[in-house]
């Protein structure tokens, strides 16, 4: 089992939803409002920092993990996104 970790631009937050639905996801969690700061700048979708970001985590096989890291790869390309992130992780226990 893999974790995929996406921070994603919150602006960008429905196509990445459709993108998961067309690559078969078995389910996601959004949390929809994430702060902080690091290589895209700082995120606090306020008037002085504008940019909200969203994190958005799914839970799958291995080989369905690395499928929807390719496609949410590809489509955060073609669309020209510079500020979302993909992290895949193993998930290490279960409960």
């Not at 990445?16 to 996601?28: Q, S």
């Not at 959004?30 to 895209?40: D, K, N």
């Not at 080989?63 to 998930?91: K, S």
Request: glycine share 10%.
């Amino acid at each position: 089992m893999k974790l995929l970790l996406v921070m994603a631009d919150a602006a960008r937050l429905d196509r990445l939803r459709e993108k998961l639905v067309e690559l078969g996801a078995p389910g996601y969690s959004v949390l929809p409002v994430v702060e902080g700061s690091g290589r895209t700048g700082v995120h606090r979708a306020d008037r002085v920092h504008p940019g909200a970001l969203a994190a958005v985590i799914v839970v799958a096989e291995d080989a369905q993990a690395d499928t929807l890291f390719e496609g949410l790869d590809q489509c955060r390309r073609e669309c020209g996104d510079t500020v979302t992130r993909i992290f895949v992780l193993p998930v290490e226990r279960q409960g």
